[in-house]
């Protein structure tokens, strides 16, 4: 299912066109958020997806969550990370695993400046831990706005998943992603020279064969950690979830070969009671491939948007909406 999931041509007609929109999360740094608005966007949901390492705004889990969820009556923003989606321009600096602020940010911003009522964040893999980390750290502060948070497969102890990669059986996951991230690197070495191509980067790289080496020998130094572990202890959301105080919802399969499914038997996620954790046996690495036909085909897609209509204050506009649009 992870890679059925991953590489199957899909199509998305509902789909609107898309309205680029460009957060300022950092001093030197923008982010591009690929939106799709409502009508009224200031009386609908709105709810923010967060795609997985070395994923984009046009990932097909981001383009199939963001149509069902617009169909649902919802205002959608498919958010690149830095440096994703061909937006390497827009920062000096690399994407990683512990960017929490970054959504923080975005989310803050279409509070204060947008006014938007309901805020739901959605995040993949690495962005599922983004989004818990994020939600820990509001701890009792979350704004009120924030109405919940959704984590699929979320990579929540990086040390295992990274451990977990290493495995023969992973070897394909392995070298996808080792790939992009260096062809990534070479075009942040284009751009920003003084940084990167000056500093023994192509050493480094050619060093790299683990997403584990590329966080060692690329991250760590260039983020301001002292090593590949350092960074994953910094950065993994699992010391966040105990102080989750907003309705979270957490996807994940027990066959999952990334994310370890013993990464999720922790004390804090089954005691706090803000978090519900759902875990079918199957499912692959986000991938939930139904049998069944239509929205529920992408299973995970259709739990993201169900919840966020649950959730939601204005859930009545948002399914008279859905059935007019079926």
Do not use: N
């Given at each position: 299912m992870t890679i059925v999931g991953a590489f199957l041509r899909r199509r998305f007609p509902n789909l609107p066109p898309t309205v680029p929109r460009f957060f300022q999360v950092d001093h030197d740094t923008q982010m591009r958020g690929d939106c799709h608005w409502q009508s009224n966007p200031a009386k609908h949901p709105t709810l923010v997806i967060v795609h997985g390492l070395e994923g984009s705004s046009d990932s097909g889990y981001m383009l199939g969550t963001a149509e069902k969820a617009y169909i649902a009556g919802l205002n959608v923003v498919r958010l690149n990370q830095r440096n994703c989606g061909g937006t390497e321009k827009l920062t000096p600096t690399l994407y990683h695993s512990g960017r929490s602020a970054d959504v923080r940010a975005v989310v803050e911003e279409l509070i204060e400046r947008d006014q938007l009522p309901e805020i739901f964040v959605a995040g993949y893999s690495m962005g599922g831990n983004l989004v818990l980390k994020m939600a820990g750290e509001f701890g009792d502060a979350a704004p009120r706005q924030l109405r919940g948070i959704v984590a699929v497969a979320p990579a929540l102890d990086l040390a295992a998943c990274c451990a977990a990669l290493n495995e023969t059986q992973n070897f394909i996951y392995n070298r996808h992603f080792v790939r992009e991230l260096k062809r990534r690197m070479l075009r942040k070495a284009e751009l920003f020279p003084q940084i990167y191509a000056e500093n023994g980067m192509a050493l480094n790289l050619a060093r790299v064969h683990s997403v584990r080496?590329?966080?060692?020998?690329?991250?760590?130094?260039?983020?301001?950690?002292?090593?590949?572990?350092?960074?994953?202890?910094?950065?993994?959301?699992?010391?966040?979830?105990?102080?989750?105080?907003?309705?979270?919802?957490?996807?994940?399969?027990?066959?999952?070969?990334?994310?370890?499914?013993?990464?999720?038997?922790r004390a804090e996620l089954r005691e706090n009671p803000n978090i519900e954790l759902i875990a079918p046996q199957y499912g692959g690495h986000g991938g939930f491939v139904s049998r069944v036909g239509g929205a529920e085909r992408f299973w995970a897609e259709a739990r993201i948007v169900e919840f966020c209509v649950e959730q939601s204050a204005t859930k009545d506009q948002s399914r008279k909406r859905d059935s007019s649009t079926a």
């Open positions: 080496d590329f966080d060692e020998l690329i991250t760590a130094p260039f983020c301001g950690f002292k090593g590949a572990d350092d960074y994953y202890a910094r950065s993994s959301a699992m010391h966040a979830l105990k102080k989750i105080r907003v309705p979270t919802l957490i996807l994940t399969a027990q066959d999952d070969p990334v994310v370890p499914y013993r990464t999720f038997d």
